[in-house]
C-alpha cells in the first residue's frame, strides 16, 4: 500500500479535507496534511487551533473488515506513530507509550538525566527554554509527578460508510507560548526530546512520511488478521498496564475501576477490580489514580 499524499498550507482542518474526499468517492489511501490548522479538532469534539509546530495529517480508509474490528484502528494508528518516532528518534523507543484509546504519551526521563539537564543550564534537549512539565489543571494525569506526557492524539470517524483518522504529533514547540494549549493533558515536543536539527517544516515532514510508511505496513496486516498479530506489541508498550485506573463518562461518572491487565482482541481495555473481578471497558476516559 502507498498513501496519496497532499499537503497544504493551511487548512480549516485535515479532517475536514478528507471526509469531502469520502463524500466525493476518492477510494483509500489518501493523506491529507496541513502546516496549520485553524479550526482543528479531535475525540470528543475538543476544538483549537494548531500553530506551526505540530504535524497534523488525516487518513481516508476504506477497510472491508467485521465491524467488531473497527475499534482496534486507534490502537493499530498509535502503534504506527509510535514505530515512526521510533525510526527518527531511537532513543526515544523504550520511554514512548501508547495510552489507550487513542494517545501516545512519553514517560518521565530519569532522574539522573534532568539533574544533568539542569546542572548543564540546559531545559530542553535543544537547550531552548524549559521543558513543559508545569501547567497542568488539577487532576491531570500529565501534571509534575505523573508518569507522562502528551506527545501525540489520534481521532477516529466513521463518515459515509468510510472512515477519517486524524493524528497530530507535537513535532516542535510553537514560537507564541500562548497558542499552546492547556487543559487536561501537558505537551511535549520532539524537539525538546532531541529531534531538533534542521527547518520546522522538514522535521514536521519527515514526522508525517515516517508515518505513511508505518501505516501502509500495518494496515494491510490488520485488514487481513485483525488485531491479534499487534495485541502484544500493544500490551508491551500500554502506558496503563499495571496502574489503577477510574474509566469516567464526559460528566465525570465512573464507569468502571480497577487495574489495567491487558487489552482484549476487540479493543476494550480489561481492568480487574479489587475484587478481583474482570470487567471490559470499551469507552470513556482513563484516569489513573
Not at 481516508?60 to 494508528?77: C, F, K
Request: glycine share 10%.
Amino acid at each position: 500500500m502507498q498513501f496519496r499524499v497532499e499537503s497544504f498550507e493551511t487548512v480549516t482542518s485535515t479532517n475536514d479535507l478528507v471526509k469531502r474526499a469520502i463524500e466525493e468517492g476518492q477510494p483509500e489511501g489518501l493523506a491529507v496534511r496541513g502546516l496549520r490548522q485553524t479550526a482543528g479538532y479531535g475525540r470528543q469534539g475538543r476544538a483549537w487551533e494548531s500553530p506551526i509546530g505540530g504535524m497534523y495529517q488525516s487518513f481516508l480508509l476504506r477497510p472491508e473488515v467485521p465491524p467488531a474490528q473497527l475499534p482496534t484502528l486507534s490502537l493499530l494508528v498509535g502503534l504506527a506513530v509510535r514505530r515512526a518516532v521510533a525510526v527518527l528518534v531511537p532513543e526515544l523507543e523504550d520511554r514512548m507509550q501508547v495510552k489507550w484509546p487513542n494517545d501516545i504519551v512519553v514517560a518521565e526521563a530519569p532522574a539522573s538525566l534532568d539533574e544533568a539537564a539542569s546542572a548543564a543550564g540546559e531545559g530542553s534537549a535543544c537547550g531552548e527554554g524549559p521543558l513543559p512539565f508545569c501547567n497542568a489543571a488539577p487532576g491531570d494525569d500529565s501534571r509534575p509527578g505523573r508518569p507522562f506526557h502528551k506527545l501525540c492524539g489520534i481521532s477516529t470517524e466513521m463518515h459515509a460508510r468510510a472512515l477519517c483518522v486524524g493524528v497530530g504529533v507535537n513535532v516542535a514547540r510553537p514560537a507564541d507560548a500562548a497558542s499552546v494549549p492547556t487543559g487536561k493533558n501537558v505537551p511535549i515536543y520532539l524537539d525538546e526530546l532531541g529531534f531538533c536539527e534542521g527547518p520546522v517544516e522538514d522535521r514536521i515532514n519527515a514526522v508525517a512520511d515516517a508515518l505513511c510508511d508505518q501505516l501502509a505496513i500495518a494496515y494491510p496486516l490488520w485488514c487481513e488478521q485483525g488485531f491479534g498479530p499487534f495485541q502484544a506489541e500493544f500490551d508491551g508498550c500500554s502506558a496503563l498496564s499495571g496502574r489503577f485506573v477510574r474509566m469516567e463518562d464526559l460528566s465525570g461518572n465512573v464507569l468502571a475501576a480497577g487495574t489495567v491487565t491487558r487489552v482484549a482482541p476487540d479493543g476494550r481495555l480489561v481492568l480487574r477490580t479489587p475484587e478481583g473481578v474482570e470487567v471490559f471497558a470499551s469507552s470513556g476516559e482513563a484516569h489513573i489514580r
